[in-house]
């Protein structure tokens, strides 16, 4: 059975020509020839354009005659790459020398044949040049593959928006240290867009191009610490079944984003300033050590400063990782990005449910005038849900916040309102408890899943249950 993929046989003898497509047309399912190297860029655009692509060529290295000095075949091998690097030259010539093939070597070609050939010599070069002309197309695809896969990763599905002085300055902030290769610590109540900050650092910086690759430390097992940051190899414990690679080594060139940083126990601390220190992290179970290149980001929303003070959190691991600070207001402290808020999130989910809605001056004075203790992800889920349960044209905010606007000044406790027990319903007073945990603590969630005795894995659903 012939070989799928395409040749090309360039020689200004005639007689080299149908020896060579004889005898690789026995092999090779298109073979093409040519007697004038002029011909070449037209020849892989056609075969291109027909969907069968050149794989392989073999060039002669001299055309006019009498001259055995090569030239002519550096010349169109350049011509060749520069018009499409993924095509394999094999050079051939009647006047062979070491240096002339080492030179050839160098200038891309994969291989030099020297003429006349065996049969078989020929043959086994065409076979490896093919073999190496699959593996660059699989580089190309994989590399194509990989830039598509980070542009996904490294795109939030939503806008980051602010229109208020604090969040401009945010804005100048984060352009101004993009450009650098500092690590950023950014610190803000839960909801009030530190990881889209981190994103908008990744994107406009001169990493961009490369992953954006994100840990929510506060997820991590902390047994699995290590292998989630490091990786480990198999069989270094009873799990490990297969190779893993470390977060470190997929952000390798990108930027590496340790969310949630604030809950990091001390003895896992040494192990990332250890890493951070050096530039280099150490699979579990490995014996080499690889070098890393990241920029990072961290998150935290608790204060680490309060941390180091109170011994749970390293000062020289904050010195490391805090060069550039970036504070993100909640939005009670910047009220009038409400507006702009709402009506990205109602045109949004508009679209997203097929609706046509719009809200009135009263209900956005509301929204505005409401101390929204879980920010912009609470805004965003609460307009959604009132997208979803509106039944006239209006925006009807109260289906969503309820009794929002009355919340403004009260504690929001259950235990501390007079008609905390206006209702039974366990799901109302387990809402109305979460919230009021989150306005106590000020949006921390670690702080207020603690109070509620509740992991924050456990919070963060309830989070997402009652859109807060
Ligand atoms: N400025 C903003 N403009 C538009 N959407 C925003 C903005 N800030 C936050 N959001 C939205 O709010 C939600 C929460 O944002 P994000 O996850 O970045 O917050 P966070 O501070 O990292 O929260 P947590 O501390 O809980 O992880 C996301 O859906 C995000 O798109």
Known sequence: MKHTGSILIVDDNPDILIAARLLLKQHYQSVKTTDNPFDIAGIISKQRE???????????????????????????LKKIIEQDANIVVLLMTAYS???????????????????????????????????HAKDKQQVGKLTRQKHGLNQALNTPSFKFLGQSAAMQQVFNTIEKAAKTDA??????????????????IHQASMRSEHTFMSVDMGAVAQNLFESEL???????????????????????????????????????????????????VTPIGGSKTIDIDIRL???????????????????DLLYRINTVEIRLPAL????????????YYLNHFSQKYKRDLTIAAGDMTSLCQYSWPGNVRELAHAIER??????????????????????????????ENNNAYDTFDLEALEQRTVRAALTHHQGNVSHAAKALGLTRGAMYRRLEKYGL
């Not at 030179?103 to 490896?128: C, H, Y």
């Not at 690590?183 to 908008?200: D, M, P, Q, R």
């Not at 929303?301 to 390293?314: H, I, K, T, W, Y």
């Open 50 to 76: 027909s969907d069968q692509p050149i794989d392989v060529i073999l060039l002669d290295m001299n055309f006019s005659q009498d001259s055995i000095s090569g030239k002519e075949g550096f010349y169109w």
């Open 97 to 131: 020398d070491i240096q002339l093939a080492v030179d050839a070597i160098k200038a891309g070609a994969s291989d030099f044949i020297a003429k006349p050939w065996q049969n078989e010599q020929l043959l086994g070069a065409v076979a490896a040049a093919f073999s």
């Open 183 to 200: 690590n950023i610590l950014i610190t803000g109540e839960s909801g009030t867009g530190k990881e889209l900050t981190a994103h908008a």
């Open 230 to 280: 490091f990786g480990h190899k198999k069989g270094a414990f009873t799990d490990a079944k297969a190779d893993r690679i470390g977060k470190f080594e997929l952000a390798q060139g990108g930027s590496l984003f340790l969310d949630e940083l604030g809950n990091l126990p001390l003895e896992h601390q040494a192990k990332l300033l250890s890493a951070l220190q050096n530039r280099q």
């Open 297 to 315: 980001i961290c998150a935290t929303n608790d204060n680490l400063e309060q941390a180091v003070v109170d011994g749970r959190f390293r000062q």
């Open 332 to 343: 009670r402290e910047r009220s009038d990005d409400i507006p702009l808020l709402v009506d």
């Open 386 to 415: 009132a997208v979803i349960l509106s039944e006239g044209e209006n925006l009807d905010v109260s289906s969503v916040v309820g009794n929002t606007t009355s919340n403004v000044n009260s504690t929001n406790n259950p235990i």
